[in-house]
């Protein structure tokens, strides 16, 4: 079975940082891509920023130049730096990785539980 654990969410003021870690763990053959999605209240979870095994990076326009997204392939980790955070950042932020867990088996996509950002003005 395979877990992704989000962990680094907290309430922080507009201008601030936070940087979210999401740790894969269990039976887990290879990951390819990886990336954070987040939720609002009241709207639906969107791409926030993904990163390649080759480690290309995409950023949805609204994060460009204030989020940077990393991988520790060694750890199975994948990283969210947040800087300068507005407001309007706040959600709850989802890690998502496309994982084979055997040779003989495809790409599944897997979802962590969440982790609240907050954002105060």
């Known amino acids: 079975q395979v877990q992704l654990v989000e962990s680094g969410g907290g309430l922080v003021q507009a201008g601030g940082s936070l940087r979210l870690s999401c740790t894969t763990s269990?039976?887990?053959?290879?990951?390819?891509?990886m990336g954070w999605y987040r939720q609002a209240p009241g709207k639906q979870r969107e791409l926030v920023a993904t990163?390649?095994?080759?480690?290309?990076?995409n950023y949805a326009d609204s994060v460009k130049g204030r989020f940077t997204i990393s991988r520790d392939n060694a750890k199975n980790t994948v990283y969210l730096q947040m800087n300068s955070l507005k407001p309007e950042d706040t959600a709850v932020y989802y890690c998502?990785?496309?994982?084979?867990?055997?040779?003989?088996?495809?790409?599944?996509?897997?979802w962590g539980q969440g982790t609240q950002v907050t954002v105060s003005s």
């Open positions: 998502n990785a496309d994982i084979r867990t055997s040779f003989y088996k495809g790409w599944y996509d897997y």
């Open positions: 269990g039976s887990i053959f290879s990951i390819n891509a």
């Open positions: 990163i390649t095994s080759g480690e290309s990076t």
